[in-house]
Nanobody, 126 residues
Framework: VQLQASGGGWVQTGGSLRLSCEASGRTSSMYTTGWFRQAPGKEHEFVAVRRGGSGVAVYADSVRGRFTISRDNAKNTVYLQMNSLKPEDTAVYYC????????????????????WGQGTLVTVSS
């Protein structure tokens, strides 16, 4: 499975961006796909994930109500719509995918995801 992330850029506080993660290769709509981010000097942080099959979305507290994760199965693409962006959202955003059936205790753990995209930089200026 190969993941191609895109859509990052520079935006002012309060602005919006939409990230895309296109999957190719041996992928499936049953795969769980999500977004993580990494700010300078920090570890990977869970942002949002959409469960394969059920499509249930899980969000980090810091983005709930501002970000929306969605999927277009026909395009094998997962989107992250980011609204009301804040300077603390500045990071490199990575999409990740797994064929595992994750439970709530592990779905936010980066180590559970075996496929990763290359990252796209989001910069929010104040």
């Amino acid at each position: 499975v190969q993941l191609q992330a895109s859509g990052g850029g520079w935006v002012q506080t309060g602005g919006s961006l939409r990230l895309s993660c296109e999957a190719s290769g041996r992928t499936s709509s049953m795969y769980t796909t999500g977004w993580f981010r990494q700010a300078p000097g920090k570890e990977h942080e869970f942002v949002a994930v959409r469960r394969g099959g059920s499509g249930v979305a899980v969000y980090a507290d810091s983005v709930r109500g501002r970000f929306t994760i969605s999927r277009d199965n026909a395009k094998n693409t997962v989107y992250l719509q980011m609204n009301s962006l804040k300077p603390e959202d500045t990071a490199v955003y990575y999409c990740a995918s797994t064929s595992k059936g994750l439970i709530m205790m592990t779905i936010k753990s980066p180590s559970e995801y075996e496929y990763w995209g290359q990252g796209t930089l989001v910069t929010v200026s104040s």
